[in-house]
């Protein structure tokens, strides 16, 4: 018997260890979830091996001979046996209930100095404002290494979900309230932020690249940012990114290579062969995006928004930077 429950035990060990369920953490909360995922793994491994071993060792032990049809001998009950499968399972699950409730509760502290970003998602883009750096927005999460954040979230109009599954936090945005989560990048990369909440007909694209830097690439980034004079290579080309154009369309002036829509590099001459002036043409597929739709793309994909998140002046700009006016 300790033989089968040996074996099994190694088997579902293997099962669990050899397939990558999880993603490689990339945060401090997502290792305290692990942590909990393989203590509660761990127990789950030995009551099955357990289970197992006695099981199959009966089976095999106490099979009655093809011919025996006489009933088996009258038990009536195993108190001890009652008394331990039932306060062994009451103290495992408690277990499991204290240490989840102690990690709940640290993944929710922020710690003395979080970088605070403010989240905003629509149909079907998010964007990031940072309040303590001048205000900033981009379309692109970018984070400083082993730094808290702490997002305060907003929904302009039904229910997503914020998730990095690298980072194992996750929030939904509802209409109406503001939701915060905490999260500490603890390895720099590149990761993807996902809407996990079925949203709409573009939920399925709605997500962001979330780029977690050094603090001196942080500060760099957001002086980038915020410079007005001297440092600002090209507002356009960082409204395309912060409005979130770049998560969708590859565009080469902004170095974007999104997939979801269109390519954006033509646009002149699509214009011309649609016999419109090309900033006309440009600022109706802004601000009316489903009036014309590329064929082989969907309508009601991107956000048709735009003409009122976005001042008069942005979107001249935009139209600019993607008609090649100067
Ligand atoms: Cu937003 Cu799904």
């Known amino acids: 018997m300790v033989a089968i429950g040996i074996v099994v035990a190694i088997l579902v060990t293997l ?3 050899l397939i990558p369920w999880l ?3 990339a945060s401090e909360e997502m290792d305290r979830i692990e942590f909990v995922y393989w203590f509660a793994t761990v127990i789950c491994i030995a009551v099955f091996a357990l289970v197992m071993a006695v099981l199959v060792y009966s089976v095999m032990a106490f099979r009655s001979p093809p011919e025996d049809e006489s009933d088996g001998p009258p038990i009536h009950g195993n108190t001890g046996l009652e008394i331990a499968w039932t306060v062994a399972p009451a103290i495992l699950v408690i277990a499991i209930g204290v240490l989840s409730a102690f990690v709940l509760s640290k993944n929710g502290e922020a710690g003395p100095n979080p970088l605070n970003v403010k989240v905003f998602a629509q149909q079907f883009a998010w964007r990031f404002v940072y309040p303590d750096d001048g205000g900033i927005k981009s379309g692109q999460l970018v984070l400083p290494v082993n730094r808290s954040a ?3 979230m907003e929904s302009a109009d039904v229910i997503h979900s914020f998730w990095i599954p690298d980072m194992g936090q996750k929030q939904d945005l509802v209409p109406g309230i503001k939701t915060t989560i905490i999260v500490t990048p603890n390895r720099t990369g590149v990761f993807s932020l996902i809407c996990t909440e079925l949203c709409g007909v573009g939920h399925a694209t709605m997500r962001a690249a979330v780029r977690v830097v050094s603090q001196e690439e942080f500060a760099t980034w957001v002086k980038e940012r915020s410079e007005g004079g001297g440092g600002n290579p090209d507002a356009a080309a960082a409204l395309f990114d912060s ?13 974007s290579t999104g997939e979801i829509g269109p390519n954006l590099d ?11 002036d090309p900033a006309d043409y440009v600022r109706e597929a802004i601000v009316d995006p489903g009036k014309v739709v590329a064929p082989g793309y ?20 935009l139209v600019a930077f993607l008609t090649g006016a100067k």
């Open 266 to 276: 033509n646009l002149v001459s699509a214009a011309q062969k649609a016999g419109q």
């Open 150 to 152: 702490k997002f305060e």
């Open 243 to 255: 409005a979130g154009c770049g998560g969708c369309h590859a565009f080469e002036p902004a170095g």
């Open 23 to 25: 993603p490689t953490s």
């Open 15 to 17: 099962v669990a260890v």
């Open 298 to 317: 969907q309508d009601g994909v991107m956000p048709p928004s735009y003409g009122e998140t976005l001042s008069a002046a942005e979107i001249d700009s």
